[in-house]
C-alpha cells in the first residue's frame, strides 16, 4: 500500500505507557500523572447526576448539538450559528487544516508550541514557518513577518503549551491589523479556565470585530472532561458554516454534549480549580526562585522548568517514585497537581535537581 508520502515523515500520536502498565513495571500501587494537564480535581459532581438522564443509547446525538450550543451562546453573549463543536480541539485542529491548507499556502506558528498544529499541516502538505519563542512567549512581531498573501492559518497557543506564557490583547490587535483578511487566525484557548492575567485578550470581542480570528476552547482542561473529547471554535458565522461541512456528521457523542451542559452550569468548580491552581503554581515558583531552577510563569495548569540536568534521568527518578512528567526538548513540563501531589514532586525534584547535586559535588 502507498500511502501519502507526507504521512512518512510524521509519527503517530504516542499515549507514552498506560497507568496500568508503569505500576506493574515499578511495582508501584499509585501513581500520579503529571504529565498530561488533566484538572487533579477531577471535574463537577453534578456530571454524573446528569448523564443518568441518558436512557437511548440506540439513537445518533443531536448533530448540532443544540442543547448544549443554545447555553453556551447564552454563557459567552454570542450567536448560536458562531459555534461549532468537535471531538475535542484535537479534531478541531484537523477540520481548520482540512478546510483550509493547500500545498500552496503557508501557516506561520511557534516552533516551540502545541504539536498538532504542524502535524495537521504535513498532511496537507501546506508549508511551515515556524518562528522561534522570544523569553518562551510568542514573537508577533517576527510572526507578523512571515506572514504573506499565501500564509491561511496564523496559530497562536495562549497560554503556550508547554511553557504556559502568554500575549496580550494589544498584541493580538497589532497582530490582526497587519495580516491580510484572507488569513485566519486562530487563538487555541485550551487552558482559558485558568488565566488569572489582566492583560489577557478578551477573545469574544475580538471575535466580533475581525471576521478572520477563530477562538478554540474545550471541556477538556478547566472543566476536567477529557474522557468526553468535546471542544469548540466560536467564529465569523460564515467561517464556522463552512468549517461545518468538513466535521463529521456526529463528531460529539450524547454523553459528551450533557457532560458539557452541566458542566457550564457549575461554575463554582471552575472559579475553585483555578484559585487551587494558582496556590499550586506558587509553591512551584517558591521552590524554583529558592534554588534558581529557570521556569517560565505559567497561565495554564501545568509549569515548564528548565533543569540543567539530564532530563531523562530526572524523568526516571520521578516516576520510580510514582511521578509521571512530561519532558519537552529542553526542560520538563509538570501539570499542577493538588496541593500534596505537588509538594511531594516538589520533595522528589528538591533531591534530584539540588541534594543530588550537592552530593555529587562534596564526594
Ligand atoms: C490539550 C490541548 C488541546 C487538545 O485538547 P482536546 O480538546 O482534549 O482535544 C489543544 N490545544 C492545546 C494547547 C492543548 O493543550
Known amino acids: 500500500m502507498k500511502v501519502k508520502e507526507q504521512l512518512l515523515s510524521l509519527q503517530a500520536?504516542?499515549?507514552?505507557?498506560?497507568?496500568?502498565?508503569?505500576?506493574?513495571?515499578?511495582?508501584?500501587?499509585?501513581?500520579?500523572?503529571?504529565?498530561?494537564?488533566?484538572?487533579?480535581?477531577?471535574?463537577?459532581?453534578?456530571?454524573?447526576?446528569?448523564?443518568?438522564?441518558?436512557?437511548?443509547?440506540?439513537?445518533?446525538?443531536d448533530s448540532r448539538a443544540e442543547d448544549l450550543r443554545e447555553k453556551l451562546a447564552k454563557q459567552l453573549n454570542i450567536e448560536e450559528q458562531q459555534l461549532l463543536f468537535s471531538s475535542g480541539l484535537d479534531e478541531m485542529i484537523q477540520i481548520i487544516s482540512r478546510s483550509l491548507l493547500t500545498p500552496e499556502s503557508n501557516v506561520v506558528m511557534a516552533s516551540f508550541t502545541f504539536p498538532q498544529f504542524r502535524h495537521h499541516a504535513v498532511i496537507e502538505k501546506s508549508e511551515i514557518r515556524a518562528v522561534p519563542l522570544k523569553d518562551g512567549r510568542h514573537d508577533l512581531l517576527s510572526m507578523q513577518n512571515e506572514v504573506d498573501e499565501k500564509t491561511s492559518i496564523v496559530w497562536i497557543c495562549n497560554p503556550n503549551n508547554p511553557t504556559g506564557t502568554y500575549v496580550t490583547e494589544t498584541e493580538i490587535r497589532g497582530l490582526l491589523e497587519s495580516v491580510p483578511d484572507e488569513t485566519l487566525v486562530v487563538l487555541d484557548e485550551a487552558y482559558f479556565e485558568y488565566v488569572t492575567a489582566e492583560d489577557y485578550p478578551d477573545a469574544m470581542k475580538l471575535v466580533n470585530e475581525y471576521n478572520n480570528l477563530l477562538v478554540l476552547r474545550t471541556f477538556s482542561k478547566g472543566y476536567g472532561l477529557a474522557g468526553f473529547r468535546i471542544g469548540y471554535a466560536?467564529?465569523?458565522?460564515?467561517?464556522?458554516?463552512?468549517?461545518?461541512?468538513?466535521?463529521?456528521?456526529?463528531?460529539?457523542?450524547?454523553?459528551?454534549?450533557?457532560?458539557?451542559?452541566?458542566?457550564?452550569?457549575?461554575?463554582?468548580?471552575?472559579?475553585?480549580?483555578?484559585?487551587?491552581?494558582?496556590?499550586?503554581l506558587k509553591q512551584f515558583y517558591t521552590f524554583c526562585n529558592a534554588y534558581q531552577i529557570p521556569y517560565y510563569p505559567s497561565q495554564g495548569n501545568f509549569i515548564y522548568i528548565?533543569?540543567?540536568?539530564?532530563?531523562d534521568e530526572v524523568f526516571q527518578y520521578l516516576i520510580q517514585r510514582g511521578?509521571?512528567?512530561?519532558?519537552?526538548?529542553?526542560?520538563?513540563?509538570?501539570?499542577?497537581?493538588?496541593?500534596?501531589?505537588?509538594?511531594?514532586?516538589?520533595?522528589?525534584?528538591?533531591?534530584?535537581?539540588?541534594?543530588?547535586?550537592?552530593?555529587?559535588l562534596s564526594s
Open 13 to 61: 500520536y504516542d499515549p507514552g505507557k498506560s497507568i496500568d502498565n508503569v505500576k506493574k513495571e515499578l511495582g508501584l500501587t499509585e501513581i500520579v500523572n503529571l504529565a498530561s494537564n488533566e484538572n487533579p480535581f477531577g471535574c463537577s459532581e453534578q456530571i454524573s447526576e446528569a448523564l443518568r438522564s441518558i436512557s437511548h443509547f440506540a439513537h445518533y446525538p
Open 323 to 360: 511521578y509521571i512528567v512530561r519532558p519537552i526538548k529542553d526542560g520538563i513540563r509538570i501539570t499542577v497537581g493538588k496541593y500534596e501531589e505537588n509538594e511531594q514532586v516538589i520533595a522528589l525534584l528538591k533531591e534530584i535537581l539540588v541534594d543530588h547535586r550537592t552530593i555529587k
Open 234 to 280: 466560536i467564529g465569523d458565522t460564515t467561517l464556522i458554516s463552512q468549517f461545518n461541512i468538513s466535521r463529521l456528521p456526529f463528531n460529539t457523542s450524547q454523553f459528551a454534549q450533557v457532560a458539557a451542559r452541566a458542566a457550564l452550569d457549575d461554575q463554582a468548580f471552575i472559579e475553585e480549580s483555578k484559585n487551587r491552581n494558582q496556590e499550586g
Open 306 to 311: 528548565e533543569p540543567e540536568q539530564d532530563l
